[in-house]
C-alpha cells in the first residue's frame, strides 16, 4: 500500500523524535504539519517567519539526511506560514533558504566563481531577512545607517567609496551592509551584487590556487558591481590573499565599483595587514557601530517579539534591555528562549521567566569577570607568576598560559582585541592568532579542552 504524503510526514516526525530531546522536538517539530507533495515539493506549514529561521539554522542537516531518506535525494523543501493569525489569504510560501544536494538550490553557483557559466547571473549570497525596514535605528548606529542608506539609494555616488564599518561583534555590521546590497539590488536588479565573508573569499582564493586558477578567481571579482566582505581582519596574516585582494580592490576602485567592509576593529589597529590596503581602507568613509544603547535594545526587543508572534509585557522589555547590553544578537537569542521557554512550559512571559532565561543564556547573575580575574585563575592554573605574562619570555608553559588569558578575556570579559593587546603589551595579530590558535586546537585536543573547562569553572563558580 502506498503511503501518502501524511504518512510520509509522521514518519519523518518519528526520526525526528528519535534524533532530539523531547523538549526540542515538542518545541520546534510537533507545531510542523504536512501540507502537501507532488512531483519532489514538499510543502510544510509552520507557525511564523521565527519556525522557518530555527529549523534552517539549529537542525539543518538533520531535516535534510531525514528528508533524502524518506522522499528520495530529489526532495525539495518550502515552507508555508500566515502572516496573520489563521487567516488563509495572508499566507506566503518560501524554499529552503540553505543551499543543500538534498534541496536543490540556484545559491550553490558561489561554491565554484571560476566557473564561467555563471558569470551573467551570480547569486548575491544575501540574506532575505536583512532589510533597511527591519534595521532598527539610534545615536548608536545612525550616522553608519545614513552613509548606507546614502549609498543604496544612488550607488552611482562614489564619496563613501569604501565604505568601512567596524564594531564590536553582534552590533548589527552583518545586517547594514548586506541591508545596503539588498537596497541596491531592489533599485537595479541587474547589478552584480556580492557578499561574502573574509573567510570564504580566503578559501575560495586556496582553491582557486591549487586549481591553478588564480586568473579566472581575480576576473570573477573584478566582474562585480559592488563588492561586500564581511570580517576583512581574518586576513591579517594571509599576505598571498592580501595582495590577490588588493589587485581585485584597485580594479573595482578605479572603475568605479562600490566596495563596502567591515572589521571588528578600525583600519588604524589592524596591524598585520598589508600598510597599501590599510591606506585604501581609509580612502572612502569610516563609520564605527557601538554597543546598542537602551532606546535601540528595547526596540531591537520589541521588533523581534513582533516577527515571532509573541506579546511580551513592558516590565519585561525593560528588565531584558536593562540586563543584556553588550550586542543584538544576543537580545535576538534572549527572545528565541523566551518562546522556547514559553512554549514547552506552557507559561505566560513573566518578569520571573526573563529571569530565568538569562541567567541560563548570558549568566547576568554571575558575578563579574574581569581581566585580573582571568589572569589569576590561569597563573594560578599553569602555577606561574601573574608578572611572567607581561614579559617577552616564549618558554611554553608561559606561552601557553599567556595565549589562554588572551581567549578567555574575548570569551568572558568581551575584551576587544586591541585592549587586551594592550594589557599584554602584545599586538592585536599577536591576540587574533592566539585566540584562533585555541579555537582551531579545541575540537582535537583532549588536554586543551580539560584546561579550558577546568579554569572556565573556577571564573563562573
Not at 509552520?46 to 529561521?53: C, H, L, N, T, W
Not at 518560501?94 to 551570480?122: K, T
Request: net charge neutral; hydrophobic share 35%; aromatic share 8%.
Amino acid at each position: 500500500m502506498e503511503l501518502t504524503h501524511s504518512d510520509m510526514w509522521e514518519k519523518c516526525l518519528e526520526i525526528f523524535k528519535d534524533n532530539l530531546p523531547a523538549e526540542q522536538y515538542d518545541a520546534w517539530f510537533k507545531p510542523v504539519t504536512s501540507m502537501s507533495y507532488e512531483n519532489n515539493s514538499l510543502k510544510v506549514a509552520v507557525p511564523s517567519p521565527f519556525f522557518i529561521e530555527q529549523l534552517e539554522e539549529r537542525y539543518f542537516k538533520l531535516i535534510s539526511s531525514t528528508l533524502r531518506r524518506v522522499y528520495g535525494d530529489n526532495i525539495k523543501l518550502y515552507y508555508h506560514y500566515n502572516q496573520i493569525g489563521n487567516e488563509a489569504t495572508t499566507g506566503v510560501t518560501v524554499g529552503s533558504s540553505n543551499p543543500s544536494p538534498a534541496i536543490p538550490n540556484r545559491n550553490n553557483s558561489l561554491a565554484n566563481p571560476f566557473q564561467q557559466e555563471y558569470i551573467e547571473d551570480i547569486d548575491s549570497q544575501l540574506n532575505p531577512r536583512y532589510t533597511f525596514e527591519n534595521y532598527c535605528g539610534s545615536m548608536s548606529n545612525k550616522i553608519a545607517r545614513s552613509i548606507g542608506e546614502a549609498i543604496a539609494t544612488n550607488p552611482k555616488c562614489k564619496t563613501f567609496n569604501p565604505l568601512f564599518i567596524y564594531g564590536a561583534t553582534g552590533v548589527g555590521k552583518t545586517h547594514l551592509i548586506q541591508a545596503i546590497g539588498i537596497r541596491i539590488k531592489e533599485t537595479n536588479p541587474q547589478s552584480r551584487v556580492l557578499y561574502v565573508t573574509a573567510r570564504l573569499f580566503e578559501s575560495q582564493y586556496t582553491a582557486a590556487v591549487c586549481r591553478k586558477k588564480v586568473n579566472e578567481f581575480i576576473n570573477f571579482y573584478q566582474s562585480i558591481d559592488v563588492l561586500i566582505i564581511d570580517d576583512i581582519q581574518d586576513l591579517i596574516g594571509k599576505p598571498q590573499t592580501q595582495n590577490t585582494f588588493f589587485h581585485i580592490f584597485n580594479h573595482l576602485h578605479q572603475n568605479q565599483k562600490q566596495l563596502i567592509l567591515t572589521s571588528d576593529c578600525c583600519p588604524a589597529q589592524m596591524e598585520g595587514m598589508e600598510a597599501r590596503l590599510l591606506s585604501r581602507f581609509k580612502w572612502g568613509m569610516t563609520a564605527e557601530l557601538s554597543r546598542p544603547d537602551f532606546e535601540l535594545r528595547k526596540e531591537v526587543l520589541t521588533q523581534k517579539a513582533e516577527q515571532d508572534g509573541l506579546s511580551i509585557p513592558q516590565d519585561v522589555l525593560d528588565f531584558i534591555a536593562t540586563n543584556i547590553t553588550d550586542s543584538i544578537r544576543e537580545l535576538e537569542g534572549i527572545i528565541v528562549s523566551l518562546m522556547a521557554h514559553a512554549t514547552v512550559l506552557n507559561q505566560e512571559i513573566t518578569i520571573d521567566l526573563a529571569r530565568i532565561v538569562l541567567s541560563n543564556a548570558v549568566k547576568v547573575s554571575r558575578k563579574q569577570i574581569n581581566f585580573e580575574i582571568i589572569t589569576q585563575q590561569v597563573c594560578s592554573y599553569y602555577k606561574i607568576e601573574p608578572d611572567q605574562l607581561f614579559t617577552k619570555s616564549r618558554k611554553r608553559e608561559i606561552s601557553d598560559a599567556r595565549q589562554m588569558v588572551m581567549y578567555l578575556a574575548k570569551k568572558h570579559a568581551k575584551m576587544q582585541l586591541t585592549t587586551i593587546g594592550t594589557r599584554l603589551s602584545r599586538t592585536h595579530a599577536t591576540v587574533l592568532y592566539a585566540c584562533k590558535n585555541i579555537e582551531e586546537r579545541l575540537p582535537i585536543e583532549k588536554q586543551l579542552q580539560v584546561d579550558v573547562s577546568t579554569i572556565e569553572s573556577s571564573l563562573l563558580s
